[in-house]
């Protein structure tokens, strides 16, 4: 996802400060992995440099940084436009498993044998959101169930290809 | 969109797919087209009757060969002499004639095509049959003349018919059974009436037995209507109107129906061709005769097809049928009383008009009659669906498999009401009708009066100069028949009077040992020599005769009446005492009046002696004794008849009637029961899914047995209750109609009650097996 | 290969039906109050492991035990008694009673167990109210929607207190809403009632709610523990 907008997004509804809008990310958004301050700065620098941000004030004290932010009307129409823009499928052609699978039947080592350990691994993954999404509120779930929904893809795929190892492993090896 | 092209498109379309729609559509086509089919069978069966009877009819006139003429007619070349020797074998009988044709040109009977000589008979072909088994072997010795001939079907009534012509030297033409003819054919064109009670009962005996088989083909139109509707469905949603999907439905079941009377025609075919064989109450019938009407054949093709239309839209009148599934408008409003009773009531109002007109020469108006009866009857269809929702909505207590069966019916109590309407109607119809003949039962029963503790038969030597000698000679046979324990002196009679020749004012005279008298007065002291007179008697009343003639010394004639001895009668003195005595009731049950002779009281050389009886009694236990004894008296002179006594005896056509209706009813149950049996079968077909999983989570095979061993009996139970209530009430107004008292026969309530729960045990036992194969676990399978 | 103190074991199951073959050689084993899913491709022999389990199907070859007993050697009566008492059962559709009520449908395990009705038709009516659907205990199946329907079919499999559900695709006829709800509510009660749930289902994600898998493929099943 792009940090810059979604920074920019939280904006929109008033200045903050760069340790507010810190907290507001991760709040909402950083539920895994906490936005380092480092981050914050360095991308508000950048959105500052490219007019679509200006600093509303510097407060007085002995913070290392006490400038607020506030979004341009730029910084508007840029929020609005990356809304807008639907984000590119991802047609995952050339994937690690498919390079893997290919290898092992290359080498005649025992595909099925890495796929299901792909399927266990995945499914383990899935029971850990599942988990987490019982005991999580409305956005856990929401959050969770995209994952879920994407390994369960992954999961059909190797069901799938686990079904067809026989026609694949011709395939590789004409 | 209404008019007759529409109709005719969907109709069509209809029948196509009761035959093109897979197997599923085949079997429910095929098992509508065999319940029509039965039922057509019936129908057919039923119009024939009346054709068939007038055919046996006028072929028993045609060879009719008793005048019962008071004149003997002369011999001349186209005459002969004819004497009637029916006998009984087992229960059946046999008709037997002695023919001695007085010159060439005597007419010939029909179905024989030339007289027999002395020693010869020509029979018919089921006698010959029976003569030459093994079961026949007694009767073999009974009719020992050579078979010439068998005698063809225009000579018989039936194909199972016993008869035989055997060939005599000489008959002398004394009057019936002996009578001298010059033509077969009809004495006279006299045709006994009917009695307007039998009348009634028969009409009764045929709307009690159609009404169930009408309902049975109402069913029957709908074997299989669930899994159709849902076919419909899929018709509603690729745009079929709901009026299309009903007419398609219609000419579904007039596909099934049409076949059906095609089917049934075949049946009636084969059933007239298996006529011959199939003999009821002794009565058999040949197939040509077998011909239904032609009118009311078409009504039957007419009408099972149309109404099998109509029945479908009416049963669809609920049924919505929605473009993804059917709905049965689930909340139907409760069913209304009133109209329902209506008919019923109607019924009623029909037949009270008529109530005690009966007898007497009272007549009844038939159609009022059949009117009221059906009303009646379809009243119990209206009435059922009413009482069965009433009573489920209020069941519900119980164990599970109650709980099961009650909810069910909750749910959909049409279907359960609508299945047991035929056994509702039959048993009611046969309760009334059991009920009217218990009632008139003492009419048609006669009491015979005849003392079976004192004789079990009566050996009856026949009219002739030589019977003193056959009655000895019968005597002396009969007491070397195996199984006979004893054998009575035998009591010779004859008629006595003043003048060789009075035909108007004679007495009887009984002529036997002392103990031969005893059998039939109480005599105080007896011994050779000694003569009594009977004055009067309760069944005779005052003898006058006897009494006038009971003087002592003198002369009696015998035989005044026929005249044989042109004026030279025998004489008898009576001797110079007479006892009065008074009668005792004979074996026979009569009680007899007139002058009484021991032997050494009439001259030495004998009297001429007319006729007489030999009393027997039998070992009960031998079976064969009663032929036995029948063949002794043959054995001694071909006219001699004996009568098996019996403490009373019916009617014959009033025993046929009840045997008819008995017979009747079983089928219509039987029937009745195949159609229950199949839409059970069809109900859990449908719910092998539930069974499975109701099985999976432990459930008992008992408890869903008892289920639905619950779900036939509770609509059977109140249908059964309706029906004996709606057959009381029928029996009593036809009981009132023929002025007899009110008694419920609760015997044939009983054991009709017996005939619908045993149609219910044979249902659930033949539904078993299919549903313990419905719930393994097969059913849960989905791949 | 089989854990000590399951519950439910078998071994070397086979099974076949004609000449298709649903179980060749299958194991499976299941603790106290775990939930294992059973996944697969179609025809796998999937149903028919669960069938084999539940005592619903002799299979032709292998032993199961439940709880120290041989089930292959019970009568069908003992077994029917078994199902009766100790398992619970789901299944896809079907299954509801479609004339008794919903309230009536849960008791009605309870009332083949002997349970008087009324006291039967308490503990089903609590049940309802766990799974949120005691709104329609006096509706009949065919007056509920399917996510309703499969709560009160959950909640007849755990009213008579089960120590084995069988679950054979118990969202299979759900959207996923409707489908995630019931797995929630089916495994939370029976994690709360101590029950174990053999659950088969072909969708990772209802999968996703069990404890541990097995994949059964041609007739061969794998438990997944031993697959990384």
């Known amino acids: 996802m792009s940090i810059g907008h979604t920074l920019l997004g939280l904006l929109e509804s008033g200045p903050r400060h760069g340790y507010d809008l810190k907290r507001a990310f991760d709040e909402k958004f950083g539920h895994d992995k906490p936005l380092h301050y480092g981050q914050v700065y360095s991308t508000m620098s950048r959105l500052l440099k490219n007019g679509l941000v200006e600093v509303d004030g510097i407060e007085a004290g002995d913070g290392p940084e006490r400038k607020r932010y506030a979004i341009t009307e730029a910084g508007i129409t840029d929020v609005g436009r990356w809304l807008a823009s639907p984000e590119k499928p991802e047609p995952y052609l050339t994937s690690t498993l498919y390079t893997k699978v290919v290898l092992a039947l290359l080498t005649g080592r025992d595909a099925g044998d890495l796929l299901d350990v792909q399927r266990a691994e995945h499914l383990r993954m899935m029971r850990a959101l599942t988990e987490r999404k019982r005991k999580g509120d409305l956005a856990d779930q929401l959050i969770c169930d995209h994952a879920l929904f994407h390994l369960e893809a992954d999961l059909r795929w190797l069901e799938l290809t686990t079904a067809r190892l026989g026609q694949l492993a011709k395939a590789v090896n004409a | 969109m209404n008019n007759p092209r529409t109709w005719t498109r969907d109709l069509g379309l209809g029948m196509r797919f009761a035959v093109t729609g897979g197997r599923e559509a085949w079997v429910r086509t095929a098992l509508t087209a065999i319940g029509v089919g039965l039922g057509v069978c019936l129908l057919l069966v039923t119009t024939a009757i009346p054709s068939a009877l007038s055919s046996r009819d006028a072929r028993g006139d045609a060879r009719n060969d008793t005048r019962f003429a008071e004149k003997v007619m002369p011999a001349a070349d186209d005459t002969l002499v004819v004497s009637a020797v029916d006998t009984e074998y087992r229960d059946k009988n046999i008709r037997g004639r002695l023919v001695a044709p007085d010159g060439p040109k005597a007419p010939l009977p029909p179905g024989v095509s030339a007289y027999p000589k002395p020693g010869e008979m020509v029979v018919s072909p089921a006698l010959a049959e029976l003569l030459e088994s093994d079961d026949g072997k007694l009767l073999a010795d009974r009719l020992p003349d050579r078979q010439v001939g068998t005698i063809s079907d225009t000579g018989l009534i039936g194909p199972g018919e016993l008869a035989y012509y055997a060939g005599a030297e000489k008959l002398e033409p004394t009057g019936y059974p002996t009578e001298r003819i010059d033509h077969f054919g009809p004495a006279q064109p006299g045709q006994d009436e009917f009695d307007p009670v039998i009348v009634l009962l028969t009409l009764l005996v045929f709307v009690v037995l159609l009404m169930p088989v009408g309902v049975f083909i109402a069913a029957a139109v709908r074997f299989g209507g669930e899994r159709r509707d849902r076919r419909l469905a899929a018709l509603r949603l690729i745009g079929a109107d709901s009026r299309m999907t009903r007419r398609i439905a219609a000419g579904e079941s007039l596909a099934g129906s049409l076949l059906g009377l095609v089917l049934g025609t075949g049946f009636f075919l084969i059933t007239r061709a298996a006529a011959a064989d199939i003999e009821v109450v002794d009565v058999s019938v040949f197939p040509a005769d077998l011909d239904p009407s032609p009118a009311l054949a078409l009504l039957v093709g007419i009408a099972v097809p149309a109404s099998a239309v109509a029945v479908t839209l009416f049963a669809l009148r609920s049924v919505v049928i929605e473009p993804l599934g059917v709905v049965r408008t689930a909340k139907q409003p409760r069913r209304k009383l009133w109209w329902r009773l209506l008919l019923p009531l109607g019924g009623l109002a029909l037949l009270y008009p008529m109530i005690g007109q009966g007898r007497d020469g009272g007549r009844f108006n038939e159609w009022l009659v059949t009117g009221g009866v059906v009303l009646l009857l379809v009243g119990i269809t209206a009435l059922l669906p009413w009482l069965v929702e009433a009573v489920v909505a209020r069941l519900g207590r119980g164990s599970l498999s109650w709980q099961l069966a009650v909810r069910r019916m909750q749910l959909s109590s049409g279907t359960a009401a609508r299945m047991v309407n035929g056994i509702a109607v039959a048993v009611a119809g046969a309760i009334a009708l059991q009920m009217m003949f218990a009632g008139v039962e003492g009419d048609y029963t006669n009491p015979t009066g005849q003392d079976t503790s004192r004789a079990h038969m009566e050996v009856h030597v026949p009219d002739s100069e030589r019977a003193e000698q056959q009655a000895r000679e019968t005597r002396s046979r009969l007491q070397q028949t195996r199984g006979v324990t004893k054998v009575s002196e035998p009591l010779m009679t004859a008629s006595v009077a003043e003048r060789p020749k009075d035909a108007d004012s004679n007495a009887l005279a009984h002529i036997g040992s002392c103990n031969a008298l005893r059998e039939i007065a109480k005599l105080p002291s007896c011994k050779d020599g000694d003569v009594f007179v009977i004055p009067r008697s309760k069944d005779y009343g005052d003898d006058t005769e006897a009494a006038r003639l009971a003087k002592p010394g003198k002369r009696l004639y015998v035989d005044p009446m026929n005249n044989r001895f042109h004026g030279k009668n025998p004489a008898w003195e009576l001797p110079a005492k007479i006892r009065e005595v008074t009668p005792r009731k004979s074996p026979d049950g009569y009680l007899n009046t007139g002058l009484l002779a021991t032997t050494g009281a009439v001259p030495a050389d004998g009297l001429p002696i007319r006729s007489g009886a030999i009393w027997v009694n039998t070992d009960g236990s031998d079976p064969d004794v009663t032929e036995r004894v029948r063949n002794a008296g043959a054995a001694a002179s071909p006219l001699t008849e004996v009568y098996v006594y019996a403490a009373d005896e019916e009617t014959e056509r009033f025993a046929s009637l009840r045997t008819g209706l008995y017979v009747g009813a079983v089928a219509v149950l039987a029937l009745i029961g195949a159609s229950l049996l199949v839409s059970q079968l069809e109900q859990l077909r449908e719910r092998r899914k539930l069974l499975s999983s109701l099985v999976a989570f432990g459930t008992r095979k008992r408890t869903l047995s008892l289920s639905v061993l619950w779900q036939t009996a509770l609509p059977v139970a109140l249908g059964l209750t309706l029906a004996t209530v709606v057959g009381i009430t029928l029996g009593s107004v036809l009981l009132k109609m023929v002025s007899r008292p009110i008694s419920p026969d609760w015997t044939s309530v009983g054991a009709m009650t017996a005939a619908g729960a045993a149609v219910v045990l044979v249902v659930t036992a033949l539904s078993l097996p299919p549903l313990i194969r419905l719930m393994r676990p097969d059913g849960l399978r989905t791949e | ?228």
């Open chain 3, 1 to 228: 290969m089989i854990p000590a103190g399951s519950l439910l074991v078998a071994e070397g199951l086979r099974k076949t039906y004609g000449p298709t073959t649903a179980l060749d050689d299958a194991g499976f084993s299941i603790h106290a109050g775990e939930t294992v899913a059973v996944m697969g491709p179609s025809g796998s022999g999937k149903s028919t492991l669960l069938h084999c389990l539940a005592g619903i199907v002799t299979p032709d070859a292998g032993t199961i035990h439940f709880d120290g007993r041989e089930l292959s050697a019970m009568s069908d009566a003992e077994r029917s008694a078994l199902r009766r008492s100790e398992f619970g059962f789901i299944f896809q559709f079907g299954q509801l009673v479609p004339e008794l009520t919903c309230v009536e449908n849960v008791a009605l395990p309870l009332r083949l167990t002997g349970t008087k009705r009324k006291d039967a038709e308490r503990r089903a009516l609590g049940w309802l109210e766990r799974l949120e659907v005691d709104d329609v205990a006096a509706k009949r199946p065919g007056e509920v929607s399917g996510g309703q329907g499969q709560r009160v079919a959950v909640a007849r499999s755990l009213v008579t207190g089960p120590r084995v559900v069988f679950a054979d695709e118990p969202t299979g006829a759900l959207d996923s809403l409707n489908g995630e709800r019931v797995m929630q509510l089916l495994t939370e009660a029976a994690r709360s009632a101590n029950a174990a749930v053999v659950l088969v289902t072909h969708e990772a994600r209802v999968a996703a709610y069990s404890d541990r898998e097995i994949v059964v493929r041609d007739g061969r099943s794998r438990d997944m523990e031993h697959a990384v």
